[in-house]
T-cell receptor
């Protein structure tokens, strides 16, 4: 039972354009969502997060949108740069099942983003 | 610089042998976690510990064991009971507030 799904295994974008990565979840108890970026043979690095009390959070070129009724979140990268090429994971957690520290994350399968110069 | 150190980066073992993966952090984080990544799949939680001398099973704990004798260390033992041990193993830590997980750079374990 995949509670967090990233249905696009890969995405290819031209440098300077917008990259949109999507993520769907099924567990209505999830109330905290994160995006991580991962290069091969390295650990994931945190990008941006959003709690369920918000529908948008911005940090520089990165914006995460949350649509609770659709159980959908997306990551927008504007403008995309070749250095953004990596695997992007969305992850979700719940105050009730994740403990007070939100460390128990459920991850999607990842989307490989390639930004062409 | 503070961070999480996983060693070794690559590890090879014969089937039937137990192997222990090291994870050390100097971030003064209370909670530590072990995740596993397989090709085409997201990360899955193996074990976690929120305080010294205490730990809980994650979603895929069978065939694994852990210990938390020190705040900065959380070693993972992959036992011979783990049916598919070949994977990329990631250790992570965080404080007890609403901050994100910090990950180490992983250990790739290959069992033949």
């Amino acid at each position: 039972d995949q509670q967090v799904k990233q249905n696009s295994p890969s995405l290819s974008v031209q440098e300077g354009r917008i990259s949109i990565l999507n993520c769907d979840y099924t567990n209505s108890m999830f109330d905290y969502f994160l995006w991580y970026k991962k290069y091969p043979a390295e650990g994931p690095t945190f990008l941006i997060s959003i709690s369920s009390i918000k529908d948008k959070n911005e940090d520089g070129r990165f914006t995460v949108f949350l649509n609770k009724s659709a159980k959908h979140l997306s990551l927008h990268i504007v403008p995309s740069q070749p250095g953004d090429s990596a695997v992007y994971f969305c992850a979700a957690s719940s105050l009730t099942t994740g403990g007070t520290s939100y460390g128990k994350l459920t991850f999607g399968q990842g989307t490989i983003l390639t930004v062409h110069p | 610089d503070g961070g999480i150190t996983q060693s070794p980066k690559y590890l090879f073992r014969k089937e039937g042998q137990n192997v222990t993966l090291s994870c050390e952090q100097n971030l003064n984080h209370d909670a530590m976690y072990w995740y596993r990544q397989d090709p085409g799949q997201g990360l899955r939680l193996i074990y976690y510990s929120q305080i010294v001398n205490d730990f809980q099973k994650g979603d895929i704990a069978e065939g694994y064991s852990v210990s938390r004798e020190k705040k900065e260390s959380f070693p993972l033992t992959v036992t011979s009971a783990q049916k598919n041990p070949t994977a990329f193993y990631l250790c992570a830590s965080k404080d007890l507030y609403n901050s994100p997980l910090h990950f180490g750079n992983g250990t790739r374990l290959t069992v033949t």
